[in-house]
């Protein structure tokens, strides 16, 4: 049988697919590039939104009236598995690992499917017992988890003996690595982690997903001056307003964020700081959204990921009062990307003339350690090419 498999959402799931395409691979399937050709789709859905929700449906259905086997798992079906069926009847849903299982896709076996990618993700955490007002994860991913700590070092080391030049190291609430709950940040070990994969390992390059402000303090910085640790800091920062995050109940504080920020360049002063923010919560007023633009003014991120709020039945956010308008909505989006455009411009500015190594990827380009695509000719794919970034040769990131 020829199996496709459609990935929407987080590293995660793209984790999660790679070990299903795995386990699918050893059971005598074929793999195939284009969800034309195959017999079976698989779509691994995301569900963080409503948005989210719908484009997963919408990939499934497309699926289904091309007369397509379509099997669809992740954190959908996760959530609310009977609502997916009776949405979907055509559908093989899976709401558990012991679906996947019974129908026939065990990955049980697959420890750490190594991809021909140039990045590899890898796996540190998984779930999350915050309870941010507009998330679902923690009751789609469960309660917070730790990989073994010589778990993830032999992960590292066996991507390293196979040529792979850079991991990503991913997980839900990817920073709470060694805390016993994810409420409680003072217990991060994420440092002692990236200690052991430097002394343990020889892989040339570790980059980390998302990390939420509150669980970086001085022994993270301490570490993160190491320059095999790419010098890339994504943060859930979500917004500027404090009366905002508090709504949101993030855990964190719009100064933990500038801390953050301020620290990261003072380690590595070509940082890359990135970072999500949602407008249109409800309540946020015109205020609070002139606060989330105060913010991105002060730390002068390098690119924003900017997400409109979208009701997501089963959080205390959908349910909240004074919701904010759709027009509100878009035009506050608008704004803030705006912004967000003109300070990746403006630090692609910044970088013009300096030296980098690039990891070579499949499309012509190379990304260095700060998260600047560059085109580029020649290298293998996942090598590390020496060169020095050109402002012709800048391309957009995906």
């Not at 940082?271 to 989330?292: M, Y």
């Not at 990746?344 to 190379?366: C, H, I, N, S, Y």
């Amino acid at each position: 049988m020829k199996f496709y498999i459609r990935t929407l959402g987080c590293k995660m799931n793209l984790l999660d697919s790679a070990r299903v395409a795995t386990a699918l691979r050893r059971a005598g399937h074929d793999q195939v590039d284009e969800e034309q050709a195959a017999d079976m789709v698989v779509v691994n859905s995301c569900t963080v939104t409503a948005e989210s929700d719908r484009k997963s449906r919408q990939a499934a259905h497309g699926a289904t009236r091309e007369g397509k086997r379509v099997v669809v798992m992740g954190c959908g079906p996760r959530v609310d598995p009977k609502r997916w069926q009776q949405l979907l009847p055509k559908v093989d849903v899976i709401g558990s690992d012991a679906e996947l299982v019974a129908l026939g896709i065990d990955t049980t076996p697959v420890v750490m499917p190594i991809a021909p990618r140039a990045r590899l993700p890898v796996p540190i955490q998984h779930g999350c017992d915050n309870r941010c007002a507009f998330c679902i994860t923690r009751v789609a991913r469960g309660p917070h988890r730790n990989e073994p700590l010589d778990t993830v070092v032999e992960h590292v080391k066996r991507a390293s003996l196979l040529g792979v030049n850079e991991v990503v190291l991913t997980g839900i609430n990817l920073a709470a690595w060694g805390c016993s709950n994810t409420n409680r940040p003072t217990e991060s070990r994420l440092p002692s982690l990236l200690r052991s994969l430097l002394s343990r390992t020889s892989i040339p390059r570790i980059r980390l997903s998302s990390l939420g402000p509150e669980y970086l303090d001085d022994a993270f910085f301490e570490v993160f001056v190491d320059h095999r640790i790419c010098d890339h800091l994504h943060l859930s920062a979500q917004s500027g307003s404090p009366a905002v995050l508090e709504r949101m109940q993030r855990g964190h504080g719009v100064q933990q964020i500038l801390r953050a920020a301020e620290r990261a360049r003072y380690s590595r002063p070509d940082v890359a700081i990135t970072a999500d923010f949602i407008v249109g919560l409800p309540g946020e007023a015109e205020a609070d959204f002139q606060q989330t633009l105060n913010l991105v003014r002060e730390v002068q991120f390098a690119q924003l990921h900017v997400f409109p709020f979208s009701p997501r039945a089963g959080t205390p956010a959908s349910k909240m009062p004074f919701q904010v308008s759709a027009e509100d909505k878009k035009r506050r989006s608008l704004e803030l990307r705006t912004r967000g455009r003109t300070l990746r411009a403006k630090f692609l500015d910044a970088q013009e003339g300096k030296p980098a190594v690039g990891l070579v990827e499949g499309d012509g380009t190379v990304l260095t350690s700060n998260y600047i695509r560059l085109r580029a000719s020649g290298g293998r794919r996942g090598g590390l090419l020496n060169l020095v970034i050109a402002g012709d040769d800048m391309v957009r990131l995906r």
